[in-house]
Every structure is written in structure tokens, then in C-alpha cells.
């Protein structure tokens, strides 16, 4: 069975800073793509980064020399590190794992940006 488990998550002020993590279970995690999206409330599900099986990296924007996005592959965990966070950084928080012909999704993790 397939699971993509978000962590790290939370309320933290404008200019601060928070680490997700995304645990992977069921997949051979090295050969799959791993990204990062969020969703606002009353907005579409947009990308914030992604890195692919062989360390590639882009980002959003919006989000580009804020946030860095890595992987482990012992470990079979990536995460999004996130600095100078912003009101409008708030949103749920999807870890998101692309393979050969599949997409898999986590539950997501609510971040709040907010004083």
C-alpha cells in the first residue's frame, strides 16, 4: 500500500520559518519525482517545487529563493524547507510522488502564515 504521510506543518509568524517532511511508504521512492503543492482556500492547487528522481530542482515563482526542497532517498523522505514565510504562504501543504504511469498524493499539512 502506497502512503504519502505530511509533517511539520503549523502557525508560525510572518518572516519565520518551517521545515515539512513528507514520508513515503509502498513505492521505490528513488525512481519517483517528488513535489510539493498547495491549495488555498477558494484557489487551485498550485505547484511550489519539485525535484526529480535524479536531484533536479525548480520552484514556483513565487516561492524561488524562499524555499529548497530536498530528498533522501535512504530514507525515502522529502522535504521543504521554508524561510521568510509570507501571509500569503498559507495554504495545505500536498506531498506529491509521480512514477512510471501514477500519481500518488499525501493527506497535506496546514501551514499558517499569520501574526
Known amino acids: 500500500q502506497v502512503e504519502l504521510v505530511e509533517s511539520g506543518g503549523g502557525l508560525v509568524q510572518p518572516g519565520g520559518s518551517l521545515r515539512l517532511a513528507c514520508a513515503a511508504s509502498g513505492i521505490t521512492f528513488s525512481r519517483y519525482a517528488m513535489g510539493w503543492y498547495r491549495q488555498a482556500p477558494g484557489k487551485q492547487r498550485e505547484l511550489v517545487a519539485r525535484?526529480?528522481?535524479?536531484?533536479?530542482?525548480n520552484y514556483a515563482d513565487s516561492t524561488k529563493g524562499r524555499f529548497t526542497i530536498s530528498r533522501n532517498n535512504a530514507a525515502k523522505m522529502v522535504y521543504l524547507q521554508m524561510n521568510s514565510l509570507k501571509p500569503e504562504d498559507t495554504a495545505v501543504y500536498y506531498c506529491n510522488g509521480v512514477g512510471p504511469g501514477v500519481v500518488y498524493w499525501g493527506q497535506g499539512t496546514q501551514v499558517t502564515v499569520s501574526s
Open positions: 525535484i526529480t528522481s535524479g536531484g533536479s530542482t
